[in-house]
């Protein structure tokens, strides 16, 4: 058995008595074991995520199984048979980190391919749309969906105003309140990049692409009533869910599928294709695979893994790259700073975050608590005459042209630019009691809202999506108000 020690590594002597002044006395301040556990457990909590907060995650992999090198010459998809081991990240989104696992939020689909050429982030939900297409407007969407300043509670009154002022978040909200709102479990649910993403080949030919992780164990799904219930039972029940199942064997999979446009189809597409409010149609791009993602690895500590992993949307291999998709150019700069303040400047040498296939190379020194040799005796400017790392001239995706003035602008309009008709094809898509689910499931929350401008702003946008669409919600509102 080994010796407990302190930090330090001195002996500990006796870990059940506090050092005193005789055995009734006042405590010593001397005592470096008492002093030393008290400080460190004080600290024990860095700040939790302001979004994704609750989550749970695995170590897997992505095994290649259809050749896309046509499409992209990322090194981790470059052949069928290829593996890349991964690290995937599942959360909600607006609850703080004690909340519950089975509620109706979107779910957080986070994957980090530790591949030969650096490490892959691949950040996406497990709905192919979001609720609102600007990051401008980000942090007011994310108050009006966290607690309520006064009241410290999540506000109907708040969470529907907010949307009620944004009519692009429809679609979203059809989705969310919809069967699929409510996973029964992170292996059961589908996942998105949700953003549009550039691929290249080694010729430099273009597309732009969108991600669809298809879970191999089926869609499942809980009612609200069957949410509540699991919730009070069980708050962790996702996670638990997850952690059980691999321990068991039952590894999780998914199937990897892309939407590919070639490039210059985008100006001339019928809807904006780089707006997170809209999908592609399959019909007009339909699904390529690309390869099967499996968890088969719990964490050994959730705190080290989960906790302190950090991804970014700006983490790009050679081959792939960003799009003009405005809420993702918002990301590539929030989620890094998010997890500079959170985890500090040198979060990614921890090892869940840093590099497994290769190493980092940099002239990045110092910060609070730098780790590693902090590049020893080597120079720390580039360029230099010491061979140190050096940048390759090689990008890795293309640019793409840009035009106009600076300054704040909507976005070019297509001919299919509108709010709505994706949101209306969906609720058409949906059969009488899925349709009926749905109206229950939004005038659950918007017939407690006090304020009868903002349910009429909300109706009107269902309305606009679907005639039918806004007059059952309308009806089922007015019947619980009664």
């Known amino acids: 058995m080994s010796h407990l020690t302190t930090e ?44 994704h907060a609750r989550g749970a995650g695995a170590y897997g992999h992505l095994e290649v199984t259809d050749d896309v090198t046509s499409y992209t010459r990322a090194a981790f998809l470059s052949g069928i048979g290829k593996r890349t081991e ?18 109706r939020d979107p779910r957080g689909f986070a994957v980090k391919f530790y591949t030969e050429d650096g490490n892959y982030d691949l950040v996406g939900n497990n709905t192919p749309v979001f609720f609102i297409k600007d990051p401008l407007k980000f942090p007011d969407f994310i108050h ?15 969470v529907w105003d907010f949307w009620s002022h944004s009519p692009e978040a429809t679609h979203q909200v059809t989705w969310l309140m919809g069967d699929r709102g409510i996973p029964a479990t992170y292996r059961h649910m589908h996942g998105f990049g949700s953003h549009t993403y550039l691929w290249v080949n080694a010729e430099g030919r273009a597309h732009w692409v969108k991600y669809h992780f298809r879970t191999d164990q089926g869609i499942k799904c809980l009612t609200s009533d069957e949410a509540a219930e699991l919730a009070g039972r069980d708050p962790n029940s996702h996670q638990q869910d997850l952690h059980r199942a691999i321990e068991r064997g039952m590894f999780p999979s998914w199937t990897l599928y892309v939407q590919l446009m070639p490039v210059e189809d985008a100006p001339a597409y019928r809807f904006n294709p780089f707006d997170l409010t809209k999908v592609w149609p399959h019909a007009d791009y339909p699904l390529v695979r690309v390869g099967k993602l499996v968890l088969n690895r719990n964490p050994e500590n ?16 050679p081959g792939i790259g960003p799009s003009p998709d405005k809420m993702l150019q918002g990301r590539l700069f929030a989620y890094g700073d998010a997890h500079r303040y959170r985890l500090g400047i040198n979060h990614t040498q921890l090892p869940v975050n840093a590099p497994h296939a290769t190493s980092a190379s940099n002239y990045g020194r110092d910060g ?115």
């Open 86 to 103: 991964v690290f995937v990240r599942f959360s909600t989104v607006a609850d703080s980190l004690g909340g519950a696992d089975a509620v």
């Open 144 to 158: 009006s969906q966290k607690r309520d300043p006064f009241t410290g509670v999540q506000e109907p009154d708040n």
């Open 302 to 317: 959730i705190f080290a893994e989960v906790e302190q992993a950090a991804f970014s949307p700006n983490n790009f291999v």
């Open 368 to 482: 609070a608590m730098r780790f590693d040799g902090n590049g020893g005796r080597a120079k720390n400017y580039e360029p230099n005459s010491f061979g140190g790392p050096a940048q390759t001239g090689e990008p890795l995706a293309p640019g793409y042209e840009v035009s106009g003035l600076t300054g704040a602008h909507e976005p070019v309009r297509h001919r299919e630019d509108d709010h709505f008709s994706q949101a209306g094809a969906l609720y058409r898509l949906m059969d009488a009691a899925e349709q009926a689910r749905l109206v229950a499931n939004i005038a659950g929350g918007l017939s407690r809202v006090s304020d009868d401008a903002i349910v009429d702003r909300a109706v009107a946008h269902f309305r606009a999506a679907d005639p039918a669409y806004g007059h059952a919600v309308e009806t089922a509102v007015k019947e619980r108000r009664s």
């Open 8 to 51: 330090s590594g001195a002996p500990v002597a006796d870990n059940q008595n506090s050092a005193s002044a005789g055995p009734g006395g006042p405590l010593l301040i001397q005592d470096q074991q008492l002093i030393e556990k008290l400080a460190r457990f004080n600290r024990e909590r860095i700040p939790e995520r302001v979004v």
